[in-house]
DNA sequence: GACAATTATCGCATGTTTGCGATAGAGTGA
DNA sequence: TCACTCTATCGCAAACATGCGATAATTGTC
């Protein structure tokens, strides 16, 4: 029964943080949690389409199921774990790598 | 655990970093060549001790108690998800960069 | 030794992610 | 149109992380 709420994935969210970013210092405190979220769900949607590899695909690699993968990929999703990190990454022959880095998202005064 | 949607732990030290910007730039580069292959619960006991907390202290502003700290610093603990890390990283006044990297474990020479 | 501060570990309740199937929507091609 | 592929979303059970206090264990100082 849905109309339009469809296919509001990664790629529509990103051209709304883009937007918002440049904006206001404010604004994109505020975004910020969004904006992490959203790296990694476009970082995940990225490495395996360049993969070539369906959802369906990168989930029987990884060892779980389509719904699973599309979850991960939803930039809405905050919910990540390392582990799951881990094991997309290794399916896909990478790494993950964790940083600390200083301050969040600071523009030199 | 509740929703980082509408927890708002972070202000307070969102706050104090406004108040440092124009640093960050160049000590990112020393940050990620200092911490480029630490383990996640080394990287927190020296980000904590750096800052000289004890780990209530750091629970304190993280918004949970020291056992959990405790937990999270374990090196057998691997269960850490990137909601805590967040909260971790903003009451240390630092943010969290998830980066795939190629490769399953390079070695730098 | 005694004392205080710090850290490690235990147990349990609670909240969240995962696992999984089912199903709907979107896109393509015949 | 139909058939097929791919993706999004829902619902529920199980597994897991967190929240929290309590309590050892460790460390340092006197």
Redesign the pocket.
């Known amino acids: ?10 790629s529509d969210a990103l051209a709304l943080v883009e937007a918002l970013t440049g904006k206001s210092q404010e604004m994109a405190d505020l975004v910020e949690q969004e904006q992490a979220n959203l790296d990694i769900a476009r970082k995940i ?1 990225e490495l ?2 360049k993969a070539k ?6 989930a029987r690699k ?13 930039a ?6 390392l ?3 881990r ?1 997309i990454a290794a399916a896909l022959e990478k790494r993950v790598e964790i940083r600390f880095l200083p301050g969040p998202k600071l523009q030199p005064a």
């Open positions: 029964m849905r109309s339009q709420k469809t296919q509001k994935r990664t949607c395996r389409t590899l369906s959802q369906e695909e990168l990884v060892g779980t199921t389509q719904s699973v993968i599309s979850r991960l990929e939803d809405d999703y905050d919910g990540h774990s582990q799951m990190l094991r």
